[in-house]
Nanobody, 125 residues
Framework: VQLQASGGGLVQVGGSLRLSCAASGRTFSNYAVGWFRQAPGKEREFVAGISRGAGITRYADSVKGRFTISRDGTRTTVYLQMISLKPEDTAVYYC???????????????????WGQGTLVTVSS
């Protein structure tokens, strides 16, 4: 599956953005999907994930209550709604997908098979 991430941009502190991860060629029905981010000089870190099937979600502690991961009814797009953005949220955001038979949220980058190209989010103070 090919992934296309979009929706990044420049936003002020406290603002909102919605990132999209679109699948081409197939749906996310049999995939776990995750959002990760990487700030300059830092390792890529887990932000949010959603399982196949029931759509179980999980978030990094740093974004709980501010970010929401969801998918559309056709299961071709996964969203990351971000509110109350902070300067420390500035990073390149990546979506990733893994074909799996398990209903699980995957938080480890190395377990994902497919990655989007990344979209830059800059939060200015």
């Amino acid at each position: 599956v090919q992934l296309q991430a979009s929706g990044g941009g420049l936003v002020q502190v406290g603002g909102s953005l919605r990132l999209s991860c679109a699948a081409s060629g197939r749906t996310f029905s049999n995939y776990a999907v995750g959002w990760f981010r990487q700030a300059p000089g830092k390792e890529r870190e887990f932000v949010a994930g959603i399982s196949r099937g029931a759509g179980i979600t999980r978030y990094a502690d740093s974004v709980k209550g501010r970010f929401t991961i969801s998918r559309d009814g056709t299961r071709t797009t996964v969203y990351l709604q971000m509110i109350s953005l902070k300067p420390e949220d500035t990073a390149v955001y990546y979506c990733a997908a893994k074909s799996t038979t398990l209903v699980e949220v995957i938080t480890i980058p190395a377990r994902y098979n497919y990655w989007g190209q990344g979209t830059l989010v800059t939060v200015s103070s």
